[in-house]
């Protein structure tokens, strides 16, 4: 009898609130509808006569001081009228705070650098949260219009199986920016007289003198011949030594417009076993599988470690002029490509105009003057004699931002926003040589005639085709990376291969080849 | 009938001041706790922000069946299920013992020091836990495997190793833990009367027995009270410390229903999904706690109600 | 019972010895990771990461503080956690209490009822979205109110209070004080407190530590950087996107990541210093006691 009472007071108080928390249905909001008004000027700065206020929930990175405060937005508000109220929401957490704010429709009018997937494009654009930009684009953004013209697969990669742009990414035609590249410790190899090597055999060789030649010459065996972030950076860079590609953001090959999804090829598993002799000859860092970034960024920055990939120099500065980039190895079976390239539409979910949004006009002229030639410069290097100078007609920071002692995007945060952010602009070979001195620009030469003909963004599907990826792909990676690994330590042994095919063939292997084969017939084919 | 609803209106009368101190935290729970609770449903809906709770379509049991018919379900399961246990058996009573032997310390300054330092490591965050323990106990340069191999045994790579995982999980925890987790039954032998502990004294009780007899049965409502609250968050593994320690190589062990809540409902903004796990956690645990409840109530007549 | 009591003294002794040596043991235990935490906040951060340090600095610094007390939110995020804890401890200790006597009463009617009530919230509840929406309809977003109001009770620290009452306070002490004409409120404030400082002293740390490292809700409620709380800065700089490195703009996390190596074990002591401080005072309630026998009599 009491138990009844409880449960009646209970389903009393619940049944009373439930109606309270009912809440009506929002029209799905219509871009074309809110036409901008007088105060719009369509080309031209100032955007708007009278200011207007643009809330934009933007994530700020570990090195950015609160974007408000950052010269380039205090000056671009004088520029254009338009004073930009940043949420600077912190990156710990930044996820979380993100989605309660989208699922409680406590809506800004702009996200910026805000972590999207696709997933979350599909289901809240269509959804209508998000509105459409391709009509915007069109009308209002020239430089946004102009790359779009000039590289179809951007339009491509960005367009939802509805036809609707909902998000933006980065533009990134800078081919070095895209990729990351091999870097090998030259001081060691001339140290013990050797060539780079231009296979996976003759890699193999050098690492093993790496590891028993004492190439640094204290006494000690404390070289690391070769690291790397994780297995998964490791395999996606090397990979191409077996033909194997990364397209449409997977383990994915293309060929003669036939997709075909690899993690169960025969050449994966070699890539697996070729490596599984690296790391039981304590060739490859024994630690790979437990170290934490930082120990790796150590190592790398201390210049122990023979061979690693990595984009860029800046995280090993100091010991950089001991590395070269050299070209990729070949393989056994004479494959010699180097795939892991991101597409021009780099880091997508970089930008987003919302349902709540009063001036979707005068925010897409916003963006869009950040991927033109002056807007992107004015972007990354903030105004010319105060934050940098054009030195050979090419923008350059000075000194104390390039050489400052907390580091130079620390420096460059204090200005400008882009360091560890995704802001929608242009990043090209004019405009980027913090990210790209000399020396990484040769290591991306070296590559450039490996890479292959095309690299396929990742694709758009439908929100119910992008919720069962999601869910297939989730317990196949799980199962993919772990395995992989085991393989890779030993824990496994290779003639377990047919249960570990079998086993991927039943979690619906299949059905995820099939799935982009036929997102490739709808977004890449011709 | 009528004579006995008088009583009990009389014996409410009598008490009023106990029923006024009541209602201002009674009106938070309600505010607060039930309130919300209309959102329970988004876990058989599939809940879109613009459409609102009641407007999102309802879809039944279908996360349910999502999440059953994972392919990991089984393993996570498992492996919440065994940390749990292996929980409650060795973390659960090792505070008890801790705090049962800070309270036989005759000399003033070692008791003091002792609880001093038992709770201090409760305060280190769990990333330095982690990145201490991938120090502590890495196969190559870990202190840990200096000292195994000074003994004669073979370097073992914790840290990679699933069957080592939930002994490392829990032993650290345990480290990191007992001492604030023993105060509460510091406080409780504190409460003690003293009288107690002179009687058993007179009656030639050794220290041994003491603690037997006196101060145990003095903090059993206490420990069972404790033991309850702790069954009833069974499926409630806490998630962050795993998700650091987490690697593919101990993922066989260390795969648990809340880190993968974490991956696949809350950082990809899924909170149907998330809803539908949680719910499943929570009634399990409702579950637990009133049979355990029950029983508490029937054998020891200590209860949460 | 009946005990011999020549074996009785000699067993006194090896209880009294294998105590001791226990405490030696766990001491030396939980010493070690501690003095390594302290050790290395004061060394070169690549020797402790490349495990050359293991118990004393190796390359002295005081680079870390420095870096720590030169970082102005570490201090704003000090104030305004001090001043939620001190606040929101001061609600959460009176609606506890409130709460946690009532229910200790067994003459109470309807108690079982509201200890189901009480008990089923900690199993059930709407979820972050309603939270948040209620949270928000009541104006107190971005408020120093979302720190303390939405947290004021915790189910769990209200049945531990609970049960110290139902326990350690004889039944019949309070039969008496009644039986002499002493209101609930009376006997309350003047009797059941000031025999329940273990457990006001246990419920403070508790809540007070609680505060001290909430950082969820200030992730949610919060938005203006002045409000921010010490855990909230801390988080900013320990935790970085672990899967940033991949990614195409990650340009600048090598360094950060470098810098948060460097400070992290600075940053946790000068972040633990007052909570540490207040336990002492805690403790000296456990030890005096309470002389409820002297009472009785």
Known sequence: ??????????????????????????????????????????????????????????????????????????????????????????????????????????????????????????????????????????????????????????????????????????????????????????????????????????????????????????????????????????????????????????????????????????????????????????????????????????????????????????????????????????????????????????????????????????????????????????????????????????????????????????????????????????????????????????????????????ILGAPLFDAATAKKVDTLLTDVNTYIDESSAKFVNGERSFDDWDNYVSTLNKMGLAEIEEIYQEAYDTTYKN | MQDRSNKLMKRMLVRYELYLMLLLPLVWFIIFQYVPMYGVQIAFREFMPNLGFLGSPWVGFEHFERFFSSYYFERLLWNTLSISLFQTLVAFPIPIFLALLIHEIQNKRMRKLLQNVTYMPHFISIVVIVGMLNLFLSSETGFVNHVLSAVGIEPIAFMERADWFKTVLISSGVWQNMGWQSIIYIAALSGLDPQLYEAAKIDGASRWQRVMHVSVPGILPTIIILLILDIGHFMNVGFEKILLMQNELNMEASDVISTFIYRNGILKGDFSYSASIGLFNALINFILLIVINAYARRKTETSLW | MKFERRTKIKDDQWFDIIVYAIATVILIMILYPLLFVVSASFSDPSKVIGGEMWLLPKGFTLDAYKEVFETKEVWTGYKNTIIYTVLGTLINITLTTLAAYPLSRKDLPGRSIFMFIIAFTMFFSGGLIPTYLLVQSLGMVDTIWSMMIPTAIATYNLIVMRTYFQTSIPWELQEAALMDGSSNTRLLVSIILPLSKPIIAVMVLFYAVGHWNAYFNALIYLNSEHLYPLQIILRNILITNQNALMEGDAFGLGERLLLAESIKYSLIIVASIPVLLIYPFVQRHFIKGVMIGSLKG
């Open chain 1, 1 to 454: 009898m009491k138990k009844n009472v409880t449960f009646a007071l209970i389903s009393v108080s619940l049944a009373s609130v439930v109606f309270a928390g009912c809440s009506g249905k929002d029209p799905v909001a219509d871009p074309t509808a809110s036409a901008p008004t007088d105060n719009f000027h369509a080309t031209g700065f100032p955007i708007v006569e009278k200011p207007i206020t643009l809330d934009i929930f933007n994530r700020q990175s570990n090195s950015n001081i609160p974007w408000d405060k950052m010269l380039v937005f205090r000056e671009y508000e004088k520029m254009t009228n338009i004073k930009a109220s940043f949420k600077n929401v912190p990156t710990a957490g930044f996820n979380e705070k993100r989605n309660l704010i989208l699922n409680t429709k406590d809506l800004p009018d702009i996200f910026i650098s805000a972590n999207f997937t696709r997933l979350d494009a599909v289901k809240y654009g269509t959804s209508g949260m998000f509105i459409p930009l391709e009509g915007l684009i069109d009308q209002y953004a020239p430089n946004i219009k102009a790359l779009f013209d000039q590289y179809p697969e951007i339009k491509q990669s960005l367009t939802a199986p509805d036809g609707h742009i909902y998000m933006l990414s980065d533009f990134v035609t800078l081919f070095s920016a895209r990729t990351a590249k091999p870097w090998l410790n030259k001081k060691w190899l001339d140290e013990l007289g050797l060539e780079v090597p231009k296979t996976t055999q003759e890699l193999k060789n050098v690492l093993i003198a790496f590891r028993d030649q004492d190439p640094n010459r204290n006494g000690q065996k404390d070289e690391i011949p070769m690291s790397g972030e994780n297995l998964g950076q490791i395999v996606s860079n090397i990979n191409g030594a077996w033909g194997l590609e990364n397209q449409m953001g997977n383990r994915i090959n293309v060929q003669d417009d036939k997709v075909r999804y690899w993690p169960a090829d025969d050449r994966y598993k070699q890539i697996l076993q070729y490596l599984h002799e690296l790391y039981k000859e304590k060739l490859l860092d024994n630690t790979l599988f437990t170290q934490q970034d930082t120990e790796y960024l150590t190592k790398t920055s201390e210049a122990k470690v023979g061979f690693f990939y990595k984009q860029a120099t800046d995280t090993f500065s100091a010991v950089a002029d001991q590395f070269i980039g050299i070209e990729p190895v070949a393989g056994p079976n004479g494959d010699r490509l180097h795939t892991q390239v991101q597409p021009i539409a780099r880091s997508y979910g970089a930008f987003a105009i919302t349902s709540a949004n009063p001036y979707p006009a005068e925010s897409i002229r916003w963006i869009d003057y950040f991927s033109g030639e002056e807007g992107s410069i004015f972007l990354r290097y903030g105004v010319e004699g105060q934050t940098f100078n054009y030195a050979d007609g090419v923008p350059t920071y000075p000194d104390e931002v390039l050489k400052n002692e907390k580091g130079s995007a620390f420096a460059i945060s204090q200005f400008a926003p882009w360091p560890g952010t995704a802001i929608t602009h242009w990043i090209n070979d004019k405009n980027s040589n913090a990210v790209n001195p000399p020396q990484v620009q040769e290591a991306a030469e070296k590559l450039e005639p490996y890479i292959p003909e095309r």
